[in-house]
């Protein structure tokens, strides 16, 4: 029902940006390019502003090795990378200073992000170099199934908690250096349709997973319509992210988790579904939890699309 742990721990901080992109297709639209430039810190949230104008530069390279529309059976490998300073932090003693951090929350929410609690928070830590982000993609289809997977990667070099280094080099109180930072984590999922007929298209021109489109809709079949059971869907899904590192003389900030997902999608029609969850987790989640901590978590969702 939600994004990867991943996906929140490396891509979601660079979520808002203002900028411009570019994007083309080639070769009967089996190749995709996207290129942006953005000013990574006039957006650091939904509604928050800053007034800084540091430089950000991302690209993306989609290929499709095969697509045959009639049998709903392609590939797309995708690539992602990006270049950006980090946000100014807003806050606190360290205000003004180039700020960065990695969470993670469960994969089963109830209520908004402010109201649920991190399982990973490295909280605060600075460096001016920017950050490098990546990401490796695999989606595949073959009628009813399909499977998708990615890796994403990120670089956070010369990276300090406390603060940064006084301009002659050295440190103030409480400045601790961490080093070179490198957090990753992946995802793999496996989705199959029950219901005949239902499949899981592809966006050639821009791409991602196309609107399901039930064969037949949900219906009693009263009066004139015809009786229909929607598109059913049964999936799986594994998740690992490790976003820790050391600090000298302190405990260890961040950790890692894994996540076993079983699911169940019923498209009712081609603008609701009901989503069904169930996940399990385990790992280590920062100083503040148990290690080898584990908990069972259920989750449905009711979506309208529009």
């Known amino acids: ?6 996906w929140d721990a490396i891509e979601d901080p660079y979520l808002f940006s203002n900028g411009i992109t570019i994007s083309n297709t080639y070769l009967e639209d089996h190749v995709y390019s996207w290129v942006g430039l953005f000013q990574t810190n006039t957006r650091t949230g939904a509604f928050a502003v800053s007034n800084s104008a540091e430089l950000a530069f991302d690209v993306r390279l989609c290929v499709m090795p095969f697509y045959d529309e009639a049998s709903n059976h392609w590939m797309n490998l995708g690539s992602t990378g990006s270049v950006r300073a980090n946000q100014e932090d807003l806050l606190g003693v360290n205000k003004g200073l180039p700020v960065a951090s990695s969470n993670v929350a469960p994969l089963v929410r109830a209520g908004s992000s402010f ?30 199934f399909s499977l998708g997977g990615q890796y994403n990667g990120q670089f956070l070099n010369n990276s300090y908690v406390g603060g940064l ?11 601790k250096p961490v080093g070179d930072l490198y957090f990753d984590g992946y995802s ?5 349709f029950l219901t ?21 809709n949900f219906s009693f079949g009263h009066g004139k319509g015809e009786e229909g059971s929607g598109a059913w869907e049964i999936g799986t899904k594994f998740d690992f992210i490790k976003s820790q590192f050391d600090v000298p003389d302190a405990l260890p900030r961040g950790g890692y988790l894994s996540s076993i997902t079983l699911g169940l999608n019923w498209y009712l029609n081609p603008s609701a579904f009901i989503m069904t969850n169930y996940v399990y987790t385990t790992g280590f989640f920062g100083v503040n939890g148990p290690d080898n901590a584990a908990f069972h978590s259920f989750g449905s969702r009711f979506q309208f699309t529009f």
Request: proline residues 10%; contains cysteine; charged residues 20%.
């Open 196 to 216: 005949k007929g239902d499949h899981r298209g592809i966006n050639k021109m821009d791409p991602m997973y196309s609107q399901v489109i039930p064969v037949k």
């Open 115 to 144: 109201q649920v609690p991190n399982l990973i928070n490295t909280t605060a830590f600075f460096t001016r170099d920017g950050t490098e982000l990546y990401s490796l993609c695999l989606n595949y289809a073959n009628g009813p």
């Open 1 to 6: 029902m939600e994004r990867p742990g991943v």
């Open 165 to 175: 280094p006084n301009s002659n080099g050295t440190l103030p109180a409480k400045v």
């Open 188 to 192: 793999i999922e496996m989705l199959c």
